[in-house]
């Protein structure tokens, strides 16, 4: 899915400031809240009478409802057009207030802007910017401060873990020291790691996991504070829970001609959620997951009757490339998301790790942001991290046939070729030639054949063309796979081109006859179900999957879309009221 937090999570370059003219916004910025801000300017292109510009505004203080950059010129430098925000210019002075959508910045979040400069001369770019008046120096001043956690009570099963994300509410002065520690209760749950975490003036707002580990033979609460020397303590009650206390592990899964069955040779129809966070946090600076993910959270999932949750990831974190907070990367990312797909498996639950934001510079038609990090969905993944990627994850998940692997979120080749079909189902399929994308491209041959090489044999699903809503060349095209484990993977939202039953019955049904197909996005932007209602009563009548976006609950009911108002008990919206209703008139 195609969402505005593409325009976030950028690396900022920090860059000194002396006071210019931009003033703040009236209450954008309370006088007792911390401020600070970080902003790295590049000139994206530039050519003899003009240049473009791309400027990552990154807000280190107290959230912002709204914002005003400021900026000077050394030259003749002048505006012509800008994008995501109001650009206007007086002499050598630049003022950028945002637009109607991205005015909240959450602490540690950033924006993307841009715009298109004449000149002529000399083009000396700006060092010194200020946000709402005060000059971004990468520093955090004023505020209070206390510990927040991202929940206060949380169940784990046994012989599994939990975790808890730990930060701080305002930049403290120096460096600051958590520690948690069990304070009484269940000795069979203890702090994995010895529980300390520290934090700086800079990194206080990015969220840190605690783990917290139950043993296999205990069940009980204990309480755990999380404390730090100057700030009021944090409790948190941890509950352990049986390991019957799911619905047995989750079915191994392999292809059986177009069906997908389980080690009894009975066919298994998923019928799950998308569970978005794990693709945006790490990158962003914000913590791995976004919201809650313990046993309560997935206890609410299942009680909708669900038994699949399609995981979103990013290369960038799973590879723990630079740019990628240390505390969000390498081992830490990989521990988390391992540790939630045994909660999901434990629970009953298919894991669908897909890779959905890769590396790439790509600005041409449809791109979402013009950054070569994994801010975004680009027209396809890049070679040089998406194979060691999921070489790892296969090694990683090898031998568990609960999780299924999709290669790529929302491929759209084509369109950057200018629509060419022909050419962008071949860079899909063996990633040559791919017209108008800069860099190496993996195709889907070769990531099957990293997966495949570590030794995996897992069920793979390869998403079509057009944003995965375009499987009309996919039977053509259809990669090699020596373990014959293929599936299909099909986007359905009312804003796509294939969005009527005629369209699904022309392309989507003669896939379905080949091989199995899983819708691994369906929604719709109108918080209601008149479309994904026709839509999972269609796909029912062909035994075909599908997973509903998103599980997320602070995603807005349309826009999202989100299917939560809460991720415990799991309250739905509107648009997730219908999808609820529909799994419970199955009976599932």
Known sequence: MRIRRFFCGLAVLVLGAAGLGAAALAGATPASAATGCSVAYSVSSQWNTGFSTAITITNLGSPLTSWTLGYSYAGNQQLAQGWSGTWSQAGQNVTVTNASWNGSLATSGSVQIGANFNYSGTNTSPTAFTLNGVACTGQTTGGG??????????????????????????????NVTVTTSRTSGNAGLSVTGGGTLTFTPVNYATSQNITITADAASTGSATFTVSATGYPAVTVTATETSSGGGAGPAPQLHVSGNKLLNTAGQQVILRGVDRSGTEYACVQGNGIFDGEVDQAAVSAMKSWGINAVRVPLNEACWNAESYVTAADAGTNYINSIKSYVSLLNSNGLVAILDLHWTDGAYTGPSAGCSSAQATCQKPMPDAAQAIPFWSSVAATFGGNDAVIFDLFNEPYASRADNNNSAEGWQCWATGSPCTGISYPVAGMQQMITAVRGAGANNVIMLGGEEYSNDLTGWLQYEPTDPDHNLVASWHSYNFNSC????????????????VPVVAGEIGENDCAGSYINPLTAWLDSQNTSYLAWAWNADFNCSSGPGLVTDYVPGDPTAYGAAYKAHLASLGL
């Open 499 to 514: 969005s009527s039953q005629s369209c699904w019955t022309s392309q989507v049904a003669p896939v379905i006859a080949q």
């Open 145 to 174: 401060g206390t510990i927040t956690a991202s929940q206060t009570s949380l169940s784990v099963v046994q012989g599994s873990t939990g975790t808890v994300g730990v930060s701080l509410s305002a930049a403290p002065a120096g």
